[in-house]
């Protein structure tokens, strides 16, 4: 019996360890999104601010953006890039303070990484939807791509740099999707260890109520 107990101890602690474990991805897959957010936050402020201060420059009869341009979909990726950043932080200061309480339910974490997921894929989805849309180059990713920009640039040299909002406005996609991608491999990984734990704790549970079983059976006889 002794035996027994040193053995389910050692079970004990390894659920422990995969829990361990999970608390870390949790918050590492956290920190990624912290990261990723910020990165497309700063393109976005990055290339709208430009829009702002260059939209009534005026070169050879013309300003360097299209009349009616479209605004929404950086806007779109700004304000989600904002909002998972400051849930984010919100998050990993929860887990620095009130670990157990962000615990307690894991339906909590299957719908915040199902959301989460859901909601960038549909903002990567919409963002590169609208690039060029229908062939007009009226969004100011599609329109910094576009032949158009590149024979207005020689123009506007000391304004703006088209071929450097382009760039940007891809990585800032591609981010999007990296998110998305990630955040689908730590769930994944979450998920795992979560059954990990729940398994093993189940194990204990039944091994614990063997054991408690036998002591009362040696007793009663």
Not at 80 to 102: D, E, P, R
Request: hydrophobic share 45%; proline share 2%.
């Amino acid at each position: 019996m002794k035996e027994q107990g040193q053995f389910n101890r050692l079970k004990q602690r390894k659920v422990e360890q995969w829990k361990r474990y999970a608390r870390l991805l949790e918050v590492l897959s956290q920190i990624v999104t912290s990261f990723f957010s910020l990165a497309m936050f700063g393109i976005m402020v990055f290339v709208l601010i430009k829009y702002e201060t260059t939209k009534n420059t005026i070169r050879d009869g013309r300003g360097p953006w299209p009349k009616h341009t479209k605004l929404w979909p950086c806007i779109m990726l700004l304000a989600g890039a904002g909002f998972t950043l400051i849930l984010s932080v919100f998050v990993l200061f929860a887990y620095c303070c009130c670990f157990k309480m962000t615990q307690r339910s894991w339906k909590f974490t299957v719908a915040k990484y199902a959301l989460h997921i859901v909601s960038w894929a549909i903002i990567s989805f919409l963002y590169r939807y609208e690039k060029s849309l229908h062939g007009n180059n009226n969004d100011l990713w599609g329109w910094a791509c576009a032949k158009e920009a590149t024979a207005l640039q020689p123009a506007f040299d000391a304004v703006l740099d088209f071929d450097s909002l382009c760039g940007v406005q891809s990585n800032s996609w591609s981010i999007s999707l990296a998110e998305v991608a990630v955040k689908v491999i730590f769930a994944v990984g979450h998920f795992f260890l979560y059954r990990k734990t729940r398994t093993d704790e189940k194990k204990n549970l039944a091994d614990g109520l063997g054991d408690a079983t036998s002591d009362l059976l040696q007793n009663a006889y």
